[in-house]
């Protein structure tokens, strides 16, 4: 491997454990955060962007990059401390939509409030045109991430777990 190589595994490792240390969410696991978001703001998009009318697991799954089986256990975790109602569609019960509760919309608001409160001190910190730069390298180094398909996907399945 390249000098340049084992510099940047350093670097990605370092910058992982600054960010972890100085980005919270208000005693809320990463995962659950995540998840929370991310049924927040897909049930905000507008209805006639969507070709289903909510938010599924499969969906959450999708933007999670993590398997269903290891969503549908977040999901139900979350349903039990009352953050997420689970409702079933009218048409075609075999469609299960996702929801926040008050309780899970007052935990995600407290949660996105540390979490903005922290990336705003980073930006602080690296300044708009540094900020921007990271941007767009953190946005082309996602474009690199494979599309699962197949086998690769049921194998990912077996193994993935949300941090």
């Known amino acids: 491997m390249e000098e340049m190589e084992y510099e940047l595994i350093e670097a990605v490792f370092e ?3 600054s960010l972890h240390r100085v980005i919270h969410f208000a005693n809320v696991p990463r995962g659950t955060f995540a998840a ?3 049924i927040d703001q897909m049930n905000r998009e507008p209805q006639q ?3 289903v009318p909510g938010v599924t697991v499969s969906m959450l799954s999708e933007r999670l990059h993590n398997s269903r ?4 256990r977040l999901i139900n975790d979350l349903e ?3 953050y997420v109602v689970k409702l079933t569609a009218k048409q075609d019960r075999r469609f299960v939509y996702l929801m926040l509760t008050p309780d899970g919309q007052a935990v995600l608001s407290e949660a996105k409030r540390a979490f903005f409160t922290a ?7 690296l300044g708009e045109e540094d900020s921007r730069e990271l941007l767009r390298l953190l946005r082309r180094i996602s474009a690199l991430r494979p599309q699962r398909k197949g086998s690769d996907a049921e194998a990912h399945e077996k193994t ?3 941090r």
């Open 119 to 125: 990336v705003h001190q980073v930006t602080q910190l």
């Open 69 to 72: 089986p290891a969503v549908t």
């Open 49 to 51: 962007e969507r070709v």
């Open 80 to 82: 039990e401390r009352g």
């Open 36 to 38: 929370m978001f991310l």
């Open 15 to 17: 910058a992982k454990h």
């Open 160 to 162: 993935d777990e949300i």
